[in-house]
């Protein structure tokens, strides 16, 4: 009874305080702390740090000591003083330009994500995003209030790849698509190079204190797909603005298999292809929504072709995974939707006209439901 009290207030105190080590992690990502000692040749201690960085003292030496304690930096000892350098965890996935990065996403998480989940308590009581009150910006065209910025665009877009580099070619093998020879990447954003350049000399968005790596965020899954299906051709389909931000810093395509189009999957024409992804896309709107999409692609789609659509996917009772059930709380906060289960998935393609609907998760978060015209 005793232990069981003991680790009810353990747990309570690991979530009550969870927000605390989130910050901790963006804060130190904001800063630059993982990009200053990754260049760094040897281990700094903190008033080195403090200084390189133009940060208090005093705020250093706590923050680098709380990174010590969440395993982001180890500690040594150099004539006396503690001295930090990255953990294998911060060199994989904290420091800018490391091929594996997750920081991009970080950085929005903590600068937008965060702050709309400031108003989850709203969101639940009304049933919607929360871009007004987090941001004062009204949401009827979901797009604008996410895309409120250039800097905001370039943030989310070059966050949103982070994840395809680690998980875009497994989740992309779940099903065999190499039969499918024109692929379009609906809301796929799209692969400029230089945004990284464009986010901080025309944004603002500076951090870090390495030289600037090579940029080159975006259209990871695009790219995944070409990889691992050399002789497929994707049609990378986005609004207008994303495209067009693509081309604008974008001249030469940096592979010939992939290409752009622009417009809007709700009313628009649709590029013709034999497999059409819908990958993070469904999760942001209603069920209407998404049946009006799916029976737009079911016209678009060549008979005996394909939809593929990739989504963290909800356990059969939509209780789990946690990470999932997270996400779909974080679609209220910041979308129109929801994550769903492999069933209600099949629910919204069958009376689209789809058929033989499979499933397969990937092992990662993300995982596939393919289904044939
Ligand atoms: C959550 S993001 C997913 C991006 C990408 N597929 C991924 O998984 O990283 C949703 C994408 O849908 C695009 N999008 C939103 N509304 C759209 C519309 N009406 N027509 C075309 N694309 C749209 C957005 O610009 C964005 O790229």
Known sequence: MCSQEGEGYRLLKEYANGFMVSQVLFAACELGVFELLAAAPEPLDSAAVSARLGASPRGTELLLDACVSLKLLQAGVRGGKAVYANTELASTYLVRGSPRSQRDMLMYTGRTTYVCWGHLAEAVREGRNQYLKAFGIPSEELFSAIYRSEGERLQFMRGLQDVWRLEGARVLAAFDLSPFRVICDLGGECPPRTLGLCLELCCGYHSGHSPRPPAGGSGALAKACVSLYPGCRVIVFDIPGVVQMARTHFSASEDERISFHEGDFFTDPLPE?????????????????????????????RTGGGILVIESLLDADGRGPLTTVLYSLNMLVQTEGRERTPAQYRALLAPAGFRDVRCRRAGGIYGAVLARK
Not at 278 to 285: F, G, M, N, P, Y
Request: with cysteine; charged share 25%.
């Open 273 to 301: 292809a034999d497999l059409y992804i819908l990958a993070r896309v469904l999760h942001d709107w209603t069920d209407a929504k998404c049946s009006h999409l799916l029976e737009r692609l079911y016209q678009a789609c």
